[in-house]
């Protein structure tokens, strides 16, 4: 989860470096150079603990920002340089600590990591600081919320603020991050294809039949054409279960209490949610106290990624983290590894204090008909085209009486969810 804000952030820093006034011989020799990113943190919580490795780069010709996710790595965690705990590769890049993984406060941890080709790196040692509690939470609407807009015209969200009391005598550096549970209705978009629960046995000349098989996936014939009025296109299928889409972050919120330690911190805003549809979310805050180091890398990290752009702004600069290559300490890595004590609580939003329309509002046909609409015009800016059942006249998709449209699975499990969150009502 939090991974995914780092890697986003850092393809927008790139974005921002690549066309920057240098050599054109020079962006060729430095858009084709891999650059190890590294991302991981461990806190407290039972949560799925996980360090993610890629490659970034540019393409040489073109110069767009990509990522390549980095596999078959020996990864592990030292606890108190004495207890190694290893992770293993569950999807391509991504590494997961054991499930019963969780840091201690006051405890040191270091990552250390060997890729397929022998070359190692290791973290330097992060402390897990102690966690500070959020007292209060409240969401307000607020028609100018969203900075930048989002999809460069949309400003309406509910602004998020906390109270918390800081703890005295220490110093205490913070970030916040969270994750909008928006309910979703629509699970699976197929183009030029179609989801099928069994895998699919074709007879070569558009008709299919189910096979005994599980597929629950989408299926793509060759020369797929599905209506012959429409075309080809995608199709959208209903969510079988109930289902909740998963929105993170994509700003960095970061405050120090240098000049307020062992005070009342009241009403800090801490997120801005959009205002994506007209039914209730469900947002989980996270509250991260960091280490001093940590706290100076993401803050660079925010002023190069969230800047205005202006003249007077400092050109931006890839932060090089606290990874480096035992052998070539020369050789810049990207990205930071830390342990941070996590406080996380929900707030439900009702959305009833809303002005205005929402994201998901067609300004030329108006709000989407039928459940999830609004949400997913917000999110794709377009309305769901759903599969129709078979018509008289027409040969249908499938000749063996499998039913039409299926539902489809709610996956995947990174972007949407089946499982209620902690926090809403019923």
């Keep these: 989860m939090r991974s995914s804000l780092l890697q986003a952030l850092l393809g927008c820093l790139l974005a921002l470096l690549l066309p920057a006034c240098i050599d054109p011989e020079d962006l060729v020799l430095r858009g084709t150079v891999d650059i190890v990113v590294v991302d991981g943190t461990i806190t407290n919580l039972a949560e799925p603990q996980t360090i993610l490795l890629n490659y970034s780069r540019a393409d040489r010709l073109t110069g767009r920002f990509g990522t390549l996710p980095i596999t078959k790595a020996h990864v592990e965690v030292v606890m108190d340089s004495s207890l190694i705990t290893l992770a293993h590769e569950t999807t391509d890049g991504h590494y997961q600590l054991p499930a019963d993984f969780k ?18 790196y290791e973290s330097s040692q992060q402390v897990m600081p102690p966690l500070a509690r959020i007292d209060k939470i409240q969401a307000q609407f607020n028609p100018k919320s969203l900075f930048p807009p989002v999809a460069g015209y ?4 509910h602004d998020v603020f906390i109270e918390l009391q800081d703890p005295a005598e220490q110093r205490n550096f913070y970030r916040w991050d969270w994750t909008d549970y928006e309910p979703q209705y629509w699970c699976r978009s197929c183009e030029s294809g179609f989801y099928s629960v069994y895998n699919v046995l074709g ?11 599980l597929l629950e996936d ?21 969510c079988r279960t109930q289902c909740w889409e998963m929105l993170h972050n994509y700003q960095v919120a970061l405050f120090d209490d240098q000049y307020t330690n062992g005070g009342l911190i009241p009403a800090f805003k801490i997120a801005a949610i959009p205002f994506y549809q007209h039914g209730p979310c469900l947002v989980h805050v996270r509250q991260s106290s960091l280490t001093p180091d940590a706290y100076r890398y993401f803050k660079l990290f925010q002023t190069q990624t969230q800047n205005t752009g202006g003249l007077a702004d400092t050109p931006p600069s890839v932060p090089v983290g606290n990874v480096h ?15 941070s004590g996590v ?24 709000y989407p008909e039928g459940l999830g609409g609004e949400l997913f015009y917000a999110l794709y800016r377009r309305l769901p085209r759903p599969e129709e059942p078979p018509r008289p006249g027409f040969r249908p998709l499938f000749i063996d009486d499998t039913p039409r449209p299926p539902t489809a699975l709610c996956a995947p499990i990174d972007q949407r969810t089946p499982f209620k969150p902690e926090g809403w009502p019923n």
């Design 325 to 339: 290559n035992v052998a070539n300490p020369q050789e810049k890595v990207v990205g930071y590894f830390t342990a």
């Design 154 to 157: 949309y400003t309406s969200g």
């Design 343 to 366: 406080f996380s609580k929900p707030l439900y939003i009702d959305r009833l204090d809303y002005e205005g329309v929402p994201l998901g509002y067609d300004p030329i046909k108006g």
């Design 218 to 238: 989408c299926f793509y014939p060759p020369n797929f054409n599905y209506d012959p009025l429409l075309g080809g296109g995608t199709l959208d299928y209903r």
């Design 203 to 213: 007879d070569g000349i558009g008709s299919y039949r189910s096979g005994p098989n």
């Design 103 to 120: 840091g201690q406060i006051g405890h040191a941890y270091q990552l250390r990591l060997i890729l397929s080709d022998g070359t190692h």
